[in-house]
C-alpha cells in the first residue's frame, strides 16, 4: 500500500526539476526525481527499506525544503503503522530488548539437536 505520496518541484534558471517520495508498505521508502521537461516515465528512481521509514520520508522532505523545491501535491497526513508489537509480559521495557535477544538466543541453541 503506498502512503504519504508527496510530489515536489524546482524551477529557477535554466533547473526545471521535480522529486517525489513515498513510503509503501510501512517498511519502503521510494523517491523518484528527473526534468520536468523530460520524457514520459523518464527520471531517475530509489527505493530503500528503512526502520523508521515515517521519519526517513519526513528528514527527505525537509532536505528538500531547504533546498528551495516546492510541494505540488497536497499532503497526506501520515497514518499510524496498522501493527503494532504487544508487549511481553513479564518484560521491564528498559530491560526488553536484552531479555529479547537472551530468550531468542536460548531458544536458537535449544532448538536443534540433531
Not at 19 to 30: A, K, P, R, S
Not at 56 to 84: F, M
Request: aromatic letters at 10%; hydrophobic letters at 35%.
Amino acid at each position: 500500500m503506498i502512503e504519504c505520496f508527496r510530489r515536489f518541484e524546482y524551477v529557477s534558471g535554466t533547473s526545471n526539476k521535480f522529486w517525489e517520495v513515498w513510503v509503501e508498505d510501512q517498511t519502503v521508502v521510494h523517491c523518484r526525481w528527473g526534468r520536468i521537461d523530460g520524457p514520459i516515465g523518464g527520471g531517475q528512481r530509489g527505493s530503500w527499506a528503512h526502520p523508521y521509514p515515517y521519519k526517513r520520508h519526513r528528514d527527505l522532505v525537509r532536505g528538500k525544503l531547504a533546498k528551495g523545491y516546492r510541494e505540488c501535491s497536497t499532503p497526506q497526513p501520515i497514518a499510524k503503522p496498522a501493527v503494532v508489537a504487544a508487549p511481553v509480559p513479564g518484560l521491564r521495557p528498559r530491560n526488553r530488548r536484552r531479555e529479547l535477544l537472551a530468550a531468542a538466543r536460548k531458544a536458537l541453541a535449544g532448538g536443534h539437536h540433531g
